[in-house]
């Protein structure tokens, strides 16, 4: 008989896709958004100051967003870019009263002439004042947009979303994730008794009349996909959090009025969260900006320091955990401090998020109940396109989930393959300490792990991040004696993963080393001839396949002198 990996029954096959599957055809706006041109390589951001007003009625934003930069060459123009519902009003030079600049507009991107020559490294601003409608999110938060909602109080609720589309949907920046501001700072002005909660720490508000403004400061660098804001009817719980190294960390959350006692308990398990992924990473990255939740008009998303919950206070996760709060939060490590400068490298950020899942289950619980979480995501990989996605294309197809849930499976793998669990939470770790606050691709983890292991790993990421396809393990037991057995789907140089095979009749278990090429195993003729085999397919992400004609492949093979 045949056992793939499964617990209590329940069988979590693994399958491969029988046709090609493409990238989509990209559309102009697409590509110049995602392209890193020279209008916008020949600058560095190091500040935006946001200040817009909010109008719930109309569902309209306006107001001013200055960019500071610097060049990093001599530039005399440059790109932003601003979504075409938006109506730019103008772009003044080093101040709102500055130079008025000529630009012109193409889809998203805005092509500057700026009012003098800028030399390389000198520091210059411009200032951008914009109104209109921003799209609204058709399902946020997979497809980015503006969220324009009402609670059961009938109260506006609000908020935006954009990790896919890019925050330029909604304010004006260099929306590219190559470049993050090393700080924010932010003024949301919103008409009635609606409280504004944005990235960073609360620097106060005003009260104009029938409006008020709220102001926040982010004090770490921030990709421009995780500036965001909330409104609402909010009422603030706070505690604290005391971290591995003894500091403390200010938490306050954010939720709708009726809903504060259940959050207060029920928000609690933060502590446990940040404990073990620290534990797991280092220290959380924002100890000044401090930690907050903010209740959400859609599911959830990991705006810095200001996560996005809207799981409705439920204890998903086995009816332990909630499934939100353990996945945002364990974003603050990898897709916020640790950040890819293109997102078709962001199975990093949600494939080691996704793993980081289940190694909360294992730190907290058992191993076994990581390895379940584990296997039901399994079944939902698709395996139709490379982790690895096209560059310069901002490509993140939120209906393939395959960053998320193979990204998990082929860390899972590689942790079994290195087999040293001491070294793998180090490399997990080495990765972390020395890519946060800065941006990295595949090539950095890649070589990360050579230089912890001291082996050229290239074969194993070959195969899971730039093939489609993952490894069929073809196998058949022949006469109760006789095991023959081969990869299908990879690559020759495929050779070093291990798999283990257990024998029913005889208790006898065997390690190989599956090539492209059929191999045959002799069981020694004095045990017990056997009746069956199990595989290791919980450790590492395979396929089983059974094959009859195996006998005859490794027959010719063997005859030829091969």
Same mark, same amino acid.
């Given at each position: 008989?045949?056992?793939?990996?499964?617990?209590?029954?329940?069988?979590?096959?693994?399958?491969?896709?029988?046709?090609?599957?493409?990238?989509?055809?990209? =559309?102009?706006?697409?590509?110049?958004?995602?392209?890193?041109?020279?209008?916008?390589?020949?600058?560095?951001?190091?500040?935006?100051?946001?200040?817009?007003?909010?109008?719930?009625?109309?569902?309209?934003?306006?107001?001013?967003?200055?960019? =500071?930069?610097? #060049?990093?060459?001599?530039?005399?123009?440059?790109?932003?870019?601003?979504?075409?519902?938006?109506?730019?009003?103008?772009?003044?030079?080093?101040?709102?009263?500055?130079?008025?600049?000529?630009?012109?507009?193409?889809?998203?991107?805005?092509?500057?002439?700026?009012?003098?020559?800028?030399?390389?490294?000198?520091?210059?601003?411009?200032?951008?004042?914009?109104?209109?409608?921003?799209?609204? #999110?058709?399902?946020?938060?997979?497809?980015?947009?503006?969220?324009?909602?009402?609670?059961?109080?009938?109260?506006?609720?609000?908020?935006?979303?954009?990790?896919? %589309?890019?925050?330029?949907?909604?304010?004006?920046?260099? %929306?590219?994730?190559?470049?993050?501001?090393?700080? +924010?700072?932010?003024?949301?002005?919103?008409?009635?008794?609606?409280?504004?909660?944005?990235?960073?720490?609360?620097?106060?508000?005003?009260?104009?009349?029938?409006?008020?403004?709220?102001?926040?400061?982010?004090?770490?660098?921030?990709?421009?996909?995780?500036?965001?804001?909330?409104?609402? %009817?909010?009422?603030?719980?706070? %505690?604290?959090?005391?971290?591995?190294?003894?500091?403390?960390?200010?938490?306050?959350?954010?939720?709708?009025?009726?809903?504060?006692?259940? #959050?207060?308990?029920?928000?609690?398990?933060?502590?446990?969260?940040?404990?073990?992924?620290?534990?797991?990473?280092?220290?959380?990255?924002?100890?000044?900006?401090?930690?907050?939740?903010?209740?959400?008009?859609?599911?959830?998303?990991?705006?810095?320091?200001?996560?996005?919950?809207?799981?409705?206070?439920?204890?998903?996760?086995?009816?332990?955990?909630?499934?939100?709060?353990?996945?945002?939060?364990?974003?603050?490590?990898?897709?916020? #401090?640790?950040?890819?400068?293109?997102?078709?490298?962001?199975?990093?950020?949600?494939?080691?998020?996704?793993?980081?899942?289940?190694?909360?289950?294992?730190?907290?619980?058992?191993?076994?109940?990581?390895?379940?979480?584990?296997?039901?995501?399994?079944?939902?990989?698709?395996?139709?396109?490379?982790?690895?996605?096209?560059?310069?294309?901002?490509?993140?197809?939120?209906?393939?989930?395959?960053?998320?849930?193979?990204?998990?499976?082929?860390?899972?793998?590689?942790?079994?393959?290195?087999?040293?669990?001491?070294?793998?939470?180090?490399?997990?770790?080495?990765?972390?300490?020395?890519?946060?606050?800065?941006?990295?691709? =595949?090539?950095?983890?890649?070589?990360?792990?050579?230089?912890?292991?001291?082996?050229?790993?290239?074969?194993?990421?070959?195969?899971?991040?730039?093939?489609?396809? +993952?490894?069929?393990?073809?196998?058949?037991?022949?006469?109760?004696?006789?095991?023959?057995?081969?990869?299908?789907?990879?690559?020759?140089?495929?050779?070093?993963?291990?798999?283990?095979?257990?024998?029913?009749?005889?208790?006898?278990?065997?390690?190989?080393?599956? =090539?492209?090429? +059929?191999?045959?195993?002799?069981?020694?003729?004095?045990?017990?001839?056997?009746?069956? +085999?199990?595989?290791?397919?919980?450790?590492?992400?395979?396929?089983?396949?059974?094959?009859?004609?195996?006998?005859?492949?490794?027959?010719?093979?063997?005859?030829?002198?091969?």
């Amino acid at each position: 008989m045949l056992s793939s990996c499964g617990l209590f029954g329940i069988h979590f096959k693994v399958h491969n896709p029988r046709r090609t599957h493409h990238h989509p055809t990209f =559309s102009k706006e697409t590509i110049l958004l995602g392209e890193l041109s020279s209008l916008r390589a020949n600058f560095d951001v190091y500040f935006y100051d946001l200040d817009i007003a909010i109008d719930p009625i109309n569902k309209s934003l306006s107001g001013w967003v200055g960019t =500071s930069a610097r #060049a990093v060459q001599d530039i005399d123009s440059i790109q932003l870019d601003l979504d075409q519902p938006l109506a730019l009003q103008e772009i003044r030079m080093d101040t709102r009263e500055g130079e008025k600049l000529q630009y012109r507009r193409v889809e998203r991107a805005v092509y500057i002439k700026l009012g003098r020559k800028i030399k390389q490294g000198e520091l210059f601003s411009l200032h951008v004042k914009y109104q209109g409608k921003p799209v609204v #999110a058709r399902k946020p938060p997979w497809a980015g947009g503006s969220v324009w909602k009402k609670d059961k109080q009938d109260n506006h609720w609000l908020g935006v979303v954009c990790e896919v %589309d890019g925050s330029s949907l909604w304010f004006p920046c260099k %929306d590219h994730t190559s470049d993050e501001a090393d700080s +924010v700072h932010t003024r949301f002005t919103i008409p009635g008794e609606l409280v504004v909660v944005s990235n960073g720490t609360f620097a106060g508000s005003e009260k104009n009349g029938n409006n008020s403004s709220y102001k926040w400061h982010v004090h770490y660098p921030i990709n421009t996909y995780n500036i965001t804001f909330y409104a609402g %009817d909010f009422v603030r719980i706070t %505690d604290s959090y005391t971290g591995i190294t003894g500091k403390t960390l200010k938490m306050e959350h954010y939720v709708l009025r009726p809903n504060a006692a259940i #959050a207060a308990g029920h928000f609690k398990q933060v502590k446990d969260i940040i404990r073990i992924y620290e534990q797991l990473y280092g220290e959380y990255p924002w100890y000044k900006d401090g930690y907050r939740l903010v209740e959400s008009p859609y599911m959830g998303q990991e705006h810095q320091t200001a996560i996005a919950y809207g799981n409705r206070f439920r204890n998903d996760l086995s009816g332990k955990d909630d499934y939100i709060i353990l996945h945002e939060t364990g974003h603050e490590w990898f897709g916020n #401090a640790v950040t890819v400068a293109d997102l078709a490298d962001v199975w990093i950020q949600e494939g080691i998020t996704t793993y980081g899942e289940a190694l909360y289950l294992e730190k907290k619980y058992s191993y076994e109940e990581a390895q379940w979480h584990l296997l039901t995501y399994r079944w939902t990989i698709k395996n139709k396109l490379p982790l690895v996605g096209p560059k310069g294309r901002r490509y993140f197809d939120y209906k393939d989930g395959d960053v998320y849930t193979k990204g998990a499976w082929m860390l899972h793998s590689l942790r079994n393959e290195i087999d040293n669990d001491s070294l793998f939470f180090r490399i997990l770790k080495t990765f972390y300490q020395e890519n946060k606050l800065k941006l990295c691709d =595949s090539k950095t983890f890649i070589e990360t792990v050579n230089r912890l292991t001291g082996e050229d790993h290239q074969w194993f990421f070959d195969q899971y991040l730039y093939r489609s396809k +993952v490894p069929f393990l073809e196998y058949y037991l022949a006469d109760g004696h006789t095991f023959y057995y081969k990869w299908r789907e990879t690559d020759p140089s495929f050779t070093k993963l291990r798999v283990r095979v257990k024998m029913e009749g005889n208790g006898r278990d065997f390690w190989v080393y599956p =090539s492209s090429k +059929v191999q045959r195993l002799k069981i020694p003729a004095q045990l017990p001839a056997c009746t069956g +085999v199990h595989f290791s397919d919980d450790r590492s992400l395979y396929g089983l396949d059974k094959k009859k004609k195996l006998v005859k492949q490794h027959k010719r093979l063997y005859n030829s002198g091969n």
